[in-house]
């Protein structure tokens, strides 16, 4: 009788063993279906402005971060972009350049020049770096330049506040002046500490940096802000 009990169980058991790992397998399946459902969706640059693109020692840089350089580098671009071709300059965004399709190349750097202003802004305030009275009045006249330079419509398609790029500006400024000061000491031409400098590569070995691969390939520069079907 105690055998037969004992059987039961085994059997019991086994059952509930099966169906669990069933219901693992679908919750998994179920999961991975998601996550890949949510990964393929675009960006809604506005509503996603919160979400990280990379972490430095954890903490993130996120798309809002990037909002000043990805206008910036648009614009940049498309200026070259209406030489190149101006009845269509967004086959421009399309060429290759140095091993990459421009558009990818332009959009890694813009993660890498935020990466840089946002690791040595730290450092500067860390410093008690300011600008004086002369220097906010050439952040004044940059952040004025700026918004006249856009392209029409790139303004409309912001997808942060005009205050918070102007305050990325200002700090983008507070960053070329430690730079100054890091290259004046160090007796070295100030674009060693610019993003691609070797001055500055030093400094970033101290960090932990880590790119959201899936969240980068999402951003797709050359149509953020920029609406080509109007030229």
Known sequence: MKEFRSFGKKILTSKYLKVAIVLLIFAFLLRAGYDKWRDSQPIDYAKDKNEAVATIDGKPVTLGDMAYLIMLEERRTEEQARVYNPASPKDYWNTSDKG???????????????????????????????????????VKNAQTDFWED????????????????????????????????????????????????????????????????????KIRMGEVTLVHDTV
């Open 100 to 138: 990459k399709i421009l558009s990818i190349r332009i959009r890694n750097t813009a993660l890498d020049m935020c990466i840089h202003d946002k690791i040595m802004y730290e450092r500067a305030s860390k410093a008690g770096v300011k600008l004086n009275a002369e220097e906010e009045e050439t």
């Open 150 to 217: 856009l392209f029409d419509g790139q303004e409309e398609n912001a997808y942060v506040s005009k205050k918070t790029i102007n305050r990325q500006i200002y700090k983008a400024a507070v960053v070329t002046k430690y730079q100054r000061i890091l290259a004046k000491k160090a007796k070295v031409n100030q674009a060693r500490y610019g993003y691609e400098g070797d001055k500055y590569k030093e400094i970033l070995e101290g960090y932990k940096v880590k790119v959201n691969k899936t969240m980068l390939r």
